[in-house]
């Protein structure tokens, strides 16, 4: 069904029928419901080439997520929750999602995508991902004049756009925890140290040692890619060093799994000899063995404020240095962390 047509059904005009569709605060409320309410009804979608060939937009936003560390995966369960969150809001707000993937980590064709994205005028809006220390990336869309929204923060000093966990306090909550079992000897194992979150989760495991006196050994902070095998390895290697950790704290899920499982390989339990958590509550956390203890932060909840951000600047109701949201965290207690023996 056309719009036109989609008009003619409502009795309303068409161009109040686009302003709804497209998320128009000029609309009263109680139209807007109907219209999209009647639209979902038919399945009404709009003609996404008549629409770019009238208004000049595309209507949609862009991501490229990063490279999967096996080169298998596309995403994992948090980045499609993320997604999810992201796509709700702009499903609302007239807009679509389209996404691309790195196949391998390559800043220069990473560089190469997005020039693709703003120069073919594919989308109206970037969402940028996992932020690096100093990102190339925010500089590259900020010249191009493209509404962007950046998924964690940055070193730059220039105003932008911006939604992030607080990552630093999440290593402070879950490294305090391990101390107020007894643990001094905490490992950190933490992903690769261009990314900004990387850092801050080594500020807030550092910070909680500080409080208690601790001093951190270099020897016990190693970083790896994230995944289940980077975890395994690197847990597998402090296991034989000459006085291993009595517990471990891990940037992901991901990683705490494959440290579970080195433990299990020399036989040690976890949860009773040898104490580790993770990060990220992911849907596999609560059904591995042990459940894993675990931080949450509401990825989904994190999409929705993103995807809030972009319309807000989309439609000129914002300036990106006034989109700052930092999502706070929560500790989730299971089996898998213990008093030091």
């Keep these: 069904m056309s719009i036109v047509l989609l008009a003619r059904d409502l009795g309303l005009s068409i161009s109040t029928v686009s302003r709804a569709l497209n998320g128009y605060h000029d609309v009263a409320p109680a139209t807007k419901q109907r219209v999209l309410k009647r639209a979902r009804e038919i399945g009404y979608r709009p003609n996404p080439g008549a629409r770019r060939l009238k208004s000049g937009r595309s209507s949609l936003v862009g991501v490229i997520l990063p490279a999967a560390s096996d080169g298998v995966r596309f995403v994992d369960s948090v980045a499609s929750s993320l997604l999810g969150g992201v796509e709700v809001e702009l499903e609302n707000g007239g807009y679509g999602l389209i996404a691309t993937m790195q196949t ?22 970037l969402l940028l991902v996992r932020t690096r220390v100093a990102d190339p990336r925010v500089e ?15 070193e730059t000093a220039e105003p932008y756009a911006w939604v ?7 290593f402070y909550l879950a490294t305090l925890r391990q101390i107020e079992f007894g643990h001094e000897r905490i490992a950190l ?14 500020k807030g495991y550092t910070r909680a040692l500080a ?8 020897l016990l902070m190693l970083n ?3 995944s ?44 009773r000899e040898i104490s580790i958590a993770g990060y990220g509550n992911s849907s596999a956390s609560g059904f ?25 600047l989309l439609r000129a109701e914002a300036k990106p240095a006034d989109i700052h949201y930092l999502e706070p965290v929560v500790l989730v207690p299971r089996k898998s962390d213990c008093q030091r023996k």
């Design 104 to 125: 391998r980590n390559d800043l220069e064709r990473e560089a190469a995508l997005y020039e693709n994205f703003i120069k073919g005028s594919w989308v109206d809006a």
């Design 140 to 154: 590259l869309v900020r010249k191009a004049h493209i509404p962007f929204v950046t998924y964690g923060r940055t």
């Design 164 to 170: 992030d966990t607080d990552n630093e306090k999440a």
């Design 189 to 202: 194992l933490n992903g690769p140290l261009e990314y900004n979150f990387v850092r801050l989760r080594e």
């Design 211 to 218: 409080k208690h006196r601790i001093a951190p050994d270099r």
């Design 224 to 226: 790896g890619d994230l």
């Design 228 to 271: 289940e095998v980077s975890g395994y390895a690197l847990c597998r290697s402090l296991l034989v060093s000459a006085v291993p950790p009595t517990a471990i704290v891990c940037a992901t899920d991901a990683m705490a799994i494959g440290a579970i499982a080195a433990c299990r390989e020399r036989g040690m339990a976890v949860g």
């Design 288 to 312: 591995c063995d042990p459940p894993l203890t675990t931080i949450d932060h509401a990825v989904f909840e994190n999409g929705r404020h993103i995807g809030q951000s972009l319309l807000r």
